[in-house]
Nanobody, 122 residues
């Protein structure tokens, strides 16, 4: 139902844009968002956006560098990542919220798609 893309290898300070397309009947009235996970560590909330795009939330570690947006007509959510750091290296997952707004709480998501790997080299 959720298909993320756009990951890859980038140098420190570079940018990447992740995309996540939800199936046609999925998510148009739900919040969406992103999390990330490094092997051996817990999954970490990254960003979320409300159903209409009017409310966004970010982890402190990415605030000011990442921007989440969505295109409801395409049922797609994006994560623009700028000024990337080595510590941003992780598998990034796109998620569908349980309700129209989820804030910064991973428990507010009901499902996650397959991840896309982002590697930031120094």
């Amino acid at each position: 139902q959720l298909q993320a893309s756009g990951g890859g290898l980038v140098q420190t300070g570079g940018s990447l844009r992740l995309s996540c397309a939800a199936s046609r009947r999925t998510g148009s009235n739900n919040a969406m968002g992103w999390s990330r996970q490094v092997p051996g560590k817990e999954r970490e909330f990254v960003a979320s956006i409300s159903w209409n795009g009017g409310l966004t939330s970010y982890a402190d570690s990415v605030k000011g560098r990442f921007a989440i947006s969505r295109d409801r007509a395409k049922n797609t959510v994006y994560l623009q990542m700028n000024s990337l750091k080595a510590e941003d290296t992780a598998v990034y997952y796109c998620g569908l919220g349980i309700t129209s707004i989820v804030g910064r709480n991973l428990s507010g998501f009901r499902s996650w798609g397959q991840g896309t790997l982002v590697t930031v080299s120094s």
